[in-house]
């Protein structure tokens, strides 16, 4: 699963992946480098939620994008995702989860919790492919609405890539502080994700981040 407009991007897609519906068991994958992981969250052909008390970003790029997913008869979907780049991100009491239908088990919730024992968890060349997002609080500065996200100009964009929708949406910002975030998202990828005070937990029935 990948989203069709993410142009440029080449980064090793290996780190925390969930493999859904082997009796009971999930794959997780970690690789580790001085506490940080070059890392993805994907799960074939389902959403995931995410939480956090707060994110803090530097030079944020936003556009429309396409995720591929399946639908409750298996067959592939189209879901239209909103892409949030940022080139640094500190984010504070994070949660991901994934409820997932396991057969003759149930449910199965896996969870994640990072950043929630004072340190928070950070991120480099950071992107959430974002289904919807709810904040309680949203600061943006220096936003700039419209630009174009292949122009090299394009200087608060993280990785130089282009747009394979001419007419894609996009906007971009000097810095951006969400607060109250929760969201539901597709994919989350980044250069770089430090995940201090990490907790991984999987939970017999339905127990996601809200």
Same mark, same amino acid.
Request: net charge neutral; aromatic share 6%; glycine share 12%.
């Given at each position: 699963?990948? +989203?069709?407009?993410?142009?440029?991007?080449?980064?090793?897609?290996?780190?925390?992946?969930?493999?859904?519906?082997? #009796?009971?068991?999930?794959?997780?994958?970690? $690789?580790? #480098?001085?506490?940080?992981?070059?890392?993805?969250?994907?799960? +074939?052909?389902?959403?995931?939620?995410?939480?956090?008390?707060?994110?803090? $970003?530097?030079?944020?790029?936003?556009?429309?994008?396409?995720?591929?997913?399946?639908?409750?008869?298996?067959?592939?979907?189209?879901?239209?995702?909103?892409?949030?780049?940022?080139?640094?991100?500190?984010?504070?009491?994070?949660?991901? +989860?994934?409820?997932?239908?396991?057969? $003759?088990?149930?449910?199965?919730?896996?969870?994640?919790?990072?950043?929630?024992?004072?340190?928070?968890?950070?991120?480099?060349?950071?992107?959430?492919?974002? #289904?919807?997002?709810?904040?309680? +609080?949203?600061?943006?500065?220096?936003?700039?609405?419209?630009?174009?996200?292949?122009?090299?100009?394009?200087?608060?964009?993280?990785?130089?890539?282009?747009?394979?929708?001419?007419?894609?949406?996009?906007?971009?910002?000097? $810095?951006?502080?969400?607060?109250?975030?929760?969201?539901?998202?597709?994919?989350?990828? #980044?250069?770089?994700?430090?995940?201090?005070?990490?907790?991984?937990?999987?939970?017999?029935?339905?127990?996601?981040?809200?």
């Amino acid at each position: 699963m990948s +989203s069709e407009v993410r142009g440029g991007t080449s980064w090793k897609r290996f780190a925390l992946l969930l493999v859904p519906g082997i #009796a009971g068991t999930a794959a997780v994958g970690v $690789g580790l #480098a001085e506490g940080a992981l070059a890392a993805s969250f994907s799960v +074939s052909g389902q959403d995931f939620k995410v939480t956090a008390d707060k994110l803090e $970003g530097y030079d944020l790029i936003q556009y429309n994008g396409v995720a591929k997913g399946h639908d409750m008869d298996g067959k592939v979907s189209s879901n239209p995702v909103t892409i949030s780049g940022f080139r640094q991100a500190k984010i504070t009491n994070m949660c991901q +989860s994934l409820v997932t239908p396991v057969p $003759g088990l149930g449910n199965i919730t896996m969870k994640i919790h990072a950043g929630h024992k004072g340190s928070p968890a950070l991120a480099e060349n950071l992107y959430l492919d974002v #289904a919807d997002l709810d904040t309680t +609080s949203s600061t943006f500065k220096d936003l700039d609405i419209g630009v174009a996200v292949g122009d090299p100009s394009h200087t608060t964009k993280p990785q130089a890539g282009t747009v394979q929708n001419p007419n894609a949406f996009s906007q971009r910002a000097k $810095g951006a502080v969400l607060e109250g975030v929760k969201q539901r998202a597709w994919a989350t990828t #980044a250069g770089t994700f430090k995940l201090n005070n990490l907790n991984l937990q999987l939970l017999k029935g339905d127990s996601p981040c809200y």
